[in-house]
């Protein structure tokens, strides 16, 4: 088990005239911040960066005398909050730990925020002790509830389409502008063949809200220990595979096969329980969310080559062999999968290697 990104939210405090470089943008947010600073008793000799994350968004914390809040700044040019608020409001209304939003200054992309605290599970996690499962399974707990009150037409649909354009970022970012090796014309049949096989299993099982980052990166540790969520502005209405292969297969941190799944198993058994639709075949549901990871490693790889290339963020292809070891290991253990195994041995400069493939687990 291992980590390797650096941590994503930081204590130190820049001088506030070090937060922005653009003097347009900086004088937009001065002015909204003296709009609601005397509401929210906001020190602004106090304000300091938080985090960044993948996207453009970025944010701050203030301290206030009851405790500190979080700025939201996300250019609207760059940045659609909409989601964010919505978002926000369906998981409050589902009684799940989330930001709320007290205050947003919609035409120019600020928002204030309550703050869930300063240190992710993923920071809190020891990668050199046992994974903590008592912590996995409060994810796992929410995870549960968050799909318990789940409605279609309340979310956009995690559809063909969609599914298929995530997919083609790995051939597109990953093996055309990372591994600089574009896929030639046998190559991509097999991609032709194998994403419609992914995307075809994927869409077989019923649909919920799928938060699309459901890991510990994006689990915070608040002070009453209480696990809360962020980063779920990207939350459609999809494969109920999705989130637990997300939480399990995590883009920054990996555990033995054999944790990650003793904690599926016993998601899948909460969510019978709670009459989710997982089926009453373990081995099936636990095939559907292997294929489920494969789709979104092919997805990440691809947007983290992209985040490198294009968005200067070289940090993320730090994780790249963890995705390539997923990938690896799913395609070695279905039949079907083969042709693209091969494919990506080819891309990684590996020896083929002769494995044991069957299409049931």
């Known amino acids: 088990m ?21 003097p347009q943008r900086q004088k937009l947010f001065e002015d909204w911040f003296s709009s609601v600073q005397a509401t929210w008793q906001l020190d602004l000799r106090t304000l300091r960066l938080a985090s960044a994350d993948a996207s453009f968004r970025r944010y701050l914390r203030v301290d206030t005398p009851q405790g500190s809040l979080v700025v939201m700044d996300a250019p609207p040019t760059l940045e659609n909050c909409q989601p964010f608020v919505h978002v926000a409001r369906l998981m409050a209304d589902a009684g799940l730990h ?8 919609e035409a120019n992309g600020f928002m204030l925020l309550t703050d869930l605290g300063t240190q992710t599970l993923l920071q809190a996690m020891d990668p050199q002790a046992p994974a903590p499962l008592s912590r996995y399974l409060e994810a796992v707990d929410m995870l549960v509830q968050w799909q318990l009150a789940s409605r279609p037409g309340v979310l956009p649909p995690y559809d063909r389409a969609l599914l298929l ?25 097999t991609l032709d063949a194998t994403f419609a096989t992914i995307i075809e299993n994927n869409l077989a099982w019923p649909g919920v809200y799928v938060h699309r980052d459901f890991m510990p990166r994006n689990l915070m540790l608040g002070s009453d220990g209480r696990l809360g969520v962020l980063d779920f502005q990207d939350a459609v209405f999809g494969p109920i595979t999705y989130d637990i292969a997300s939480l399990m297969r995590d883009a920054f941190i990996s555990w033995e096969e054999e944790f990650c799944l003793d904690v599926t198993i016993r998601y ?18 636990y095939r ?9 490693h092919l997805k990440v790889a691809g947007i983290f080559a992209r985040l490198t290339l294009r968005d200067g963020k070289p940090q993320y292809l730090a994780d790249t062999p963890r995705f390539i070891a997923y990938l690896h290991a799913t395609c070695t253990r279905y039949i079907e999968l083969k042709p693209l195994l091969r494919l990506i041995e080819h891309v990684e400069g590996l020896a083929s290697r002769s494995a044991f493939a069957f299409g049931r687990v």
């Open 288 to 296: 559907a969310v292997e294929w489920m990871g494969l789709q979104r």
């Open 98 to 105: 989330a930001p709320k939003v007290l205050a947003w200054d």
């Open 165 to 189: 354009r995530e997919l083609e970022l790995f051939p597109q970012w990953y093996m055309g502008e990372y591994r600089r090796m574009p896929p030639d014309t046998a190559q991509r049949a």
């Open 2 to 22: 291992s980590t390797t990104s650096p941590p994503t939210f930081a204590p130190s405090a820049p001088s506030v005239s070090l937060l922005w470089a653009d």
């Open 268 to 285: 899948w058994q909460k969510a019978r329980k709670a009459n989710l639709p997982v089926g009453s075949d373990f081995g099936a549901f």
